[in-house]
């Protein structure tokens, strides 16, 4: 019987370390290619408070940090990091800091055409590596096309109230259930790992949760 591990990553796709752990992830991945993955996109606001309309990223940086010399050593990090990952972070672009929910619905349909890691991927990089407005529906709609959605079919369900309470409950699950910090990996619903880490110790991680699952 061949090894399977279903993951289930709770991210938010405004979270630089989200985008540095979908990388090393990815990077597990390739090192233990004999394991078969199913790996599920979970909701999460980092930052509920700011409005469906987003807010200039200036005021949201200045209210969370209090000033540049909070955030500007961990940019530094982050953007060295991610450089190892192939990810670009260039967060001098980003002039709206938008609410996710919006962009968590359209990860909610790509989950249902079996697309959610693409559409990941394409949002997290139109943020982090283009600073392209995430509140802006045409922006979503755009990804959506790129990674094999109807682009149509995306525009209409945004303008409505599709799943809005559905993607809702699901984030506030998490935070409910305890998750403080994203990522938040989950190994075939028993055990957890927690931040964006190096590629051995997910893979560590997937070994322990097929180990209980023989035990199991």
């Known amino acids: ?8 990553v709770i991210s938010d796709v405004v979270c630089p370390w989200c985008y ?8 597990a991945l390739k090192l ?40 500007r050593p961990a940019h530094e990090r982050l953007t060295r990091l991610g450089k190892e990952e192939g990810v670009e972070f260039h967060f001098e672009r980003i002039v709206r800091q938008p609410n ?22 394409n949002i997290m990089r139109a943020f982090f590596t283009e600073g392209k407005d995430l509140t802006n ?15 149509e079919a995306v525009r209409r369900d945004l303008a409505s109230d599709r799943d809005l309470e559905l993607t809702q409950k699901a984030a506030a699950a998490a935070a409910d259930g305890g998750i403080s910090g994203v990522p938040f990996f989950i190994f075939n619903s028993r055990f957890a790992l927690a931040g ?3 590629p051995e110790q997910l893979v560590s991680a997937l070994d322990q949760a097929l180990a209980a699952e023989e035990v199991a």
């Not at 930052?47 to 949201?60: F, H």
């Not at 619905?105 to 991927?121: C, D, Q, S, T």
Request: glycine share 8%.
């Open 20 to 27: 540095l752990g979908k990388r090393r992830l990815e990077s």
């Open 137 to 151: 529906n045409e922006v979503l709609v755009e990804v959506a096309g790129q990674s094999g959605l109807d682009s």
């Open 100 to 121: 996710t929910l919006d962009a968590h619905r359209v990860i909610g349909w790509a989950e249902e055409a079996g697309k959610a890691a693409p559409v990941v991927e």
């Open 32 to 71: 233990r290619s004999d394991i078969e993955t199913e790996i599920h996109w979970r909701p999460y606001l980092l930052n509920p408070q700011v409005p469906r309309e987003g807010m200039a990223r200036v005021d949201y940086l200045s209210r969370k940090f209090g000033s540049d010399e909070r955030f």
């Open 196 to 198: 964006a880490q190096e």
């Open 1 to 8: 019987m061949p090894k399977r591990v279903v993951i289930d």
